[in-house]
């Protein structure tokens, strides 16, 4: 039974906490986060206390962490938890900045924890199934991806003016994750163009809401990507990967099976709002392979390398899109 | 080149003319109807010539009579007809009599003149496709068929009064034939529920507006179709046939390609509105057959033998709904 | 927090043991089996202890049993239960004997314990977003039911020995529930043909694995319901509603959202295999509102009269296979 | 009724050719061609006569030219048909060069003779319906338009050598002019990919066969074109309108409406194979939009300005691929 700590009870660390509940082979044993109250009801719900970051590290029976905390703290806390010998799952970022980011994956590879950074889309059965029937060679060989990636709302003011062209760094980053891994290859370049398309009071400090990038792979392959903040009809996530020998589409889900026929139109449900909804069984499945990766010693599926790379095309977008230039990114 | 007469220049007749006019192989001598207005019409719209029965009948350049008049005419017609040595293809029914049914089929016999019954449904390309299927063995054995269809709109009242429970003998006489020829099997038991549910103004005579039948064939093999007046999406027209290896659905057509989404749902065009429209193609693929049928002097595909078996199981549904009993047909 | 008592732990009874383990406001205090293996595996799963049905009867802190035993035992778990004052929910049948029923129904009214039968489909969301949709007049008045019902694989030959012509007694009651419920009406007749159609090394009792049914309602709306026990691709579940404004479909659901085209064909994965995959979620929307009717005192959702109207519509069906007339249902 | 001469008898000539003949207002009079026997065989399958251009255009029936021949002929045709005073029908492109292409706008100018560049696409009826329900506002502020535009096959290599980066100039021209169309704004930047990732057999001149396009339009809405030659499951053809209020998507057809159920997919037909299919509807509507506007002398709905600033975005996406950089649009 490998018992957690949870670090951040807000946001996406409730789900995490649930899958941990429902895990045969794990528990959650304590919650952190600054604010108590949440922590507390997190706690609650799943018969586990209320406890502190130094607290929850100096107890041997905590055997692994997770990390739902602002972006910023990431790299502090997956360092902490690193060399106090704890498994440590991380949603993404490891940090905005490529050196600190570097720095962990040393304090990483020192301490030999397992370590999982959360790029959940990787464990959705779907996107899961297309990328393993390319492997299979299903669709010879890749030749270009073209993903859908947009969400039903741009994140509040605030949090917009931390994290400036967060569409490339904070939402893009999932799919040039999913990318790299659907295309087993690296961009040679990153050509993104963004614009403000959303009015004032949507979107106050004009922070690019609706963008399109371009990646060309090593091997010459072409991967596009496109990602809006408001997209009505709620979370459209698509991946399309096109081969010498076929297609495969990744597509929407939607809400319930029932189809309407009136006298004007055959209707169906639009797809879940969001992420935590559209990639709920992803988030089990992350979590079951990460226990399932600490269990056995292997390493897990995702690492901070994935973590590094996906920021590094990221970061070379939004300089694109700065500059109105491709970008050529470094090996 | 093989020349036509039409009689009957309303309803379907212009879309014969069209299809007779735009086809490589044909052409439209002369145009045959009571209501010479109409009959000019059609025969402005192609060239043709307005004429009287017996004017055509005695034109040796005619080779070909399509008869689209109401059906009590259709077997006077067709006799006539055929003792002029004329190849015919004549819309369902021959006659609502088996009795002038059989009488007819002699003198097609007897004269051996190229006849076909207008069942246009066996010449949709998806329809064709499934029987095709079928017959080459893709779902194993038959074992289920469940069709469904449905019209837009109930004919008018006084229609309805010169053929009641034409649901069955008018309509779904169709969908007898599609069901034996699909299942390549005949009917041993018929069993008919009907409902007038439609408001007295829309079916003043309360004539069945909507209703469902059972078949079950010799093979033991069940078939199950349901029908109604007043499907506000349009012209339903689904067939799906299940067997030991697996199923075959030929799915309602749409009107075009285009998807909507917005906040509340995703949509798509209903069905055609009615037949003209959805078996558009049918009814060019069916004069096709039937002059290839007279040039090569094979038999039509569809023979007065099947509208005689289809018109015996819709009389067979029209005594089962009237008695509520199953009725057993005869061989 | 309500604690349970599973009796029956084979089947269903894990479904319903992991459930009641992941629902915030129950626990799985107790497991009761002849099969002690079977209990023991289940109990050690979610924390529970094995025990005997008198000692969970006599524990005051067992407030809801749920019983998921065969069929015919039913009835005396149900009253045992119910006297001992018992919350109970139950797997369909109560019993396939209407008198055992109707005894059944007397302890429960006497006693006044909670009591839910296990139709499990109407808690599928997608079905349930058609009742409510036809409960809320979107189409109008409901004149046609259409129900889609098989199964991938038939019952082993000993389970069928005991339950002959279970395709309408262990299946399509199931079916008759539906109807019942989405079209708030009663059937005043049924109609059922039945084949059996699978060879004798998959059916050796030769027991019916193919049929077709169609009700009248009392309204005049028409029901056609059909199975099978060897759809190869999955269990396939579909309910159409048309009534006079339109259609509802609720489709079959799919393994995977993934869509590969080749050169041949475009193809999705098949629904899942069989019920346990496809109503996860069902099973779980089931024990919360039963859970929620305990705590409330509210009576459940699906209670002893509609376990016994379906099962007398299952009877009068399996009369009219072996019959082959119509059979009148009394009120 | 009004006359035409066809130029050009191979390819698309033939379409044309018999669009014209079923058309109620239309006729073929004549027929053009160098290769005398293609000129024959379409002439004799319309009953019309073969002659020579000078013939054609001095003959005073002759009330329309529609040009079919190879693209560097286009322009001096077209100036010759308008002194003559002809309708003028034309495929696309004008001319490869800009300059031809003011040189015959100027004649255009001149002359008044009504004009028509063949971009069928606009006549689809699937993608005119999205395009009009952009117009009306359905999906609000258009933002972003997504382009899926894969050919079945790469041309000969000798129409390559001449043609080199058609899947610019040939290609996604139709798809530049579907972006000005719907998005009703022109690009202010193109940004260019394309790799030849076919094999030296098939592509022996190592053109693009795979490209990706971003266009940045003035109003800061962007376009997404993605475009290959080996598209094995058939022409694949889809746009895909995103804006503030929801999204259109304009699919992919489908050869029938069959759908086939076995143990391991449910699979439907793939696309039709290629754009004399795909578009059939779209060439008979195109050919009536121009009759009208020849009947009643209003401008054709595609004009020369189309073709030339589609051609200009297509150079400009050259320079982009050849150069690397993204290209800025004069106005």
Chains 1, 2, 3, 4 share one sequence.
């Not at 996107?127 to 029937?133: G, P, Q």
Request: glycine share 6%; hydrophobic share 45%.
């Amino acid at each position: 039974m490998l018992e957690f700590c949870l670090v951040g009870a807000g946001f996406i660390g409730p789900v995490h906490a649930a899958n941990i509940a429902a895990h045969p082979r794990a528990t959650l044993r304590c919650v952190v986060d600054l604010d108590t109250a949440a922590a507390a009801r997190v706690a609650e719900a799943h018969k586990a206390r209320v406890t502190t970051l130094d607290a929850a590290l100096a107890d041997p029976r905590v055997g692994a962490v997770v990390i739902c905390t602002p972006a910023h703290t990431h790299a502090e806390l997956i360092t902490r938890a690193a060399w106090a010998g704890k498994a440590v799952f991380c949603e993404k970022p490891i940090d905005l900045d490529l050196d600190r980011v570097a720095a962990c994956e040393g304090v990483l590879a020192e301490t030999g924890v397992p370590f999982c950074i959360g790029f959940n889309r990787r464990f959705d059965p779907s996107h899961a199934a297309l990328r393993a029937a390319v492997a299979a060679g299903e669709i010879g060989r890749p030749e270009m991806l073209v993903i859908t990636s947009r969400d039903p709302e741009i994140s509040p003011p605030d949090y917009v003016a931390q994290m400036p062209y967060g569409i490339f760094t904070d939402t893009m980053i999932h799919d040039f994750d999913m990318a790299r891994w659907i295309m087993a290859d690296e961009p040679a370049e990153v050509y993104a163009r963004a614009s403000a398309l959303m009015d004032a009071a949507a979107n106050p400090h004009r922070d690019p809401d609706t963008a399109m990038v371009v990646l060309t792979l090593r091997n010459g392959a072409l991967v596009h990507i496109n990602s809006s903040f408001r997209a009505v009809y709620g979370y459209d996530q698509r991946i399309e990967a096109f081969g010498s020998a076929g297609m495969l589409i990744s597509r929407n889900a939607e809400k319930t099976l029932l189809e309407r026929y009136t006298a004007d139109r055959v209707s169906r449900d639009v797809p879940p709002y969001f992420f935590i909804q559209r990639y709920r069984e992803a988030f089990a499945a992350e979590l079951e392979a990460f226990v399932t990766a600490v269990e056995t010693g292997m390493s897990p599926a995702v690492n901070a390398e994935d973590g590094r790379r996906a920021l590094a095309i990221a970061q070379a977008a939004v300089e694109s899109a700065k500059s109105g230039q491709p970008v050529t990114l470094a090996g």
